[in-house]
């Protein structure tokens, strides 16, 4: 999955993302996507701004998170996903993700 199949993935879980009420932004490496969850429904971008949690992750891995083909925790343990910033608001987002 690309991060265009991503961003349209996210489109549809706008409203969920604004429950987190938080900033938050996928870094891929070459793009990012940011989410403004304090904005109801929750606004995405591609702008790099300040995010109260960042995740560091490839596409793929995201893509299977999302699939339920690889478990957040587990990702997190083997270094495929890297969190900056508040970790709580990343565990509220595997609720969000599947």
Known sequence: MSVADIETAFGGRLEQF??????LKFDFGDDRLFLDGTQ?????????GDADCTLVIS??????IMNGQ???TMAFMTGKLKVKGNTGIAMKLAGVLK
């Open 18 to 23: 604004s429950e987190l009420d938080a900033k």
């Open 40 to 48: 109801k429904p929750a606004v995405m971008t591609h702008d790099d």
């Open 59 to 64: 596409p793929d891995d995201l893509t299977k």
């Open 70 to 72: 690889l478990d957040a």
